[in-house]
């Protein structure tokens, strides 16, 4: 009988090194911070040569960013997409502040941005790779989406960009703080949707075209 080769794709075994890169890359930065962390260390927690780390990212900047949009990706995994043709503003708003919520109260998010706070100052291209690649792309998901439902008549909003950092901070409010603080697990699921339901209901008054 024929065996049949088992051995992965070389596009697959490079797929899974890289995220052997990014989950040692992100216990490293948890456990010792951005800065103290080096290429070399982060190498050897993945069990890979620099020269294959080096293959996957140029530097430890874009490995952040990396990290970053695998994080954001795997909440976009639950999160569905903005339906543009669907006239249920309210609904479509309460699922991405339910998701935008969930991303800030989550354990790696959280300490994420505990990184990025207590780095960025020695080291600027850390911030700037972080909102790039996180908040930046989610605030334009909103953006578009607020954009189209005002030429559809849905709503009446003058400056969508602005509208949506109004939004986004009053969906994140004093939750996102007391995240950033440790006290998540003193977070209950209803206040969460009634931050959330609150949020909604005041941007609808605000907006309602």
Same mark, same amino acid.
């Given at each position: 009988?024929?065996?049949?080769?088992?051995?992965?794709?070389? *596009? %697959?075994?490079?797929? +899974?090194k890289k995220q052997s890169v990014l989950k040692a890359a992100l216990?490293?930065? &948890?456990?010792?911070?951005?800065?103290?962390?080096?290429? /070399? +260390?982060?190498?050897? %927690?993945?069990?890979?040569?620099?020269?294959?780390?080096?293959?996957?990212?140029?530097?430890? @900047? %874009?490995?952040?960013?990396?990290?970053?949009?695998?994080?954001?990706?795997?909440?976009?995994?639950?999160f569905s997409a903005f339906e543009t043709g669907h006239d249920d503003?309210?609904?479509?708003?309460? =699922?991405?502040?339910?998701?935008?919520?969930?991303?800030?109260?989550? @354990? @790696?998010?959280?300490?994420?941005?505990?990184?990025?706070?207590?780095?960025?100052?020695?080291?600027?291209?850390?911030?700037?790779?972080?909102?790039?690649?996180?908040?930046?792309? =989610?605030?334009? +998901?909103?953006?578009?989406?607020?954009?189209?439902?005002? @030429?559809?008549?849905?709503?009446?909003? /003058?400056?969508?960009? &602005? +509208?949506?950092?109004?939004?986004? *901070?009053?969906?994140?409010?004093?939750?996102?703080?007391?995240?950033?603080?440790?006290?998540?697990? %003193?977070?209950?699921?209803?206040?969460?949707?009634?931050?959330?339901?609150?949020?909604?209901?005041?941007?609808?008054? *605000?907006?309602?075209?």
């Open positions: 009988m024929e065996q049949v080769d088992q051995t992965p794709p070389p *596009a %697959e075994r490079g797929s +899974a216990r490293l930065f &948890l456990e010792q911070g951005y800065g103290p962390t080096s290429m /070399d +260390a982060i190498a050897r %927690e993945a069990c890979v040569s620099k020269a294959t780390l080096y293959a996957h990212v140029k530097n430890k @900047e %874009e490995l952040f960013a990396a990290i970053m949009t695998s994080l954001v990706a795997s909440h976009a995994a639950n503003v309210r609904a479509e708003l309460l =699922r991405f502040a339910r998701d935008h919520v969930a991303l800030l109260l989550s @354990e @790696e998010g959280a300490a994420m941005y505990r990184i990025v706070i207590a780095e960025a100052p020695r080291f600027p291209e850390l911030g700037r790779a972080f909102f790039k690649n996180g908040p930046a792309i =989610r605030y334009s +998901a909103l953006v578009d989406y607020l954009t189209h439902a005002s @030429e559809r008549g849905l709503l009446k909003i /003058d400056d969508p960009r &602005l +509208a949506a950092g109004e939004f986004v *901070a009053m969906v994140g409010g004093t939750l996102h703080l007391r995240a950033m603080l440790g006290f998540t697990q %003193e977070i209950l699921a209803t206040e969460q949707e009634a931050v959330v339901a609150h949020a909604v209901e005041t941007f609808l008054r *605000a907006y309602r075209a």
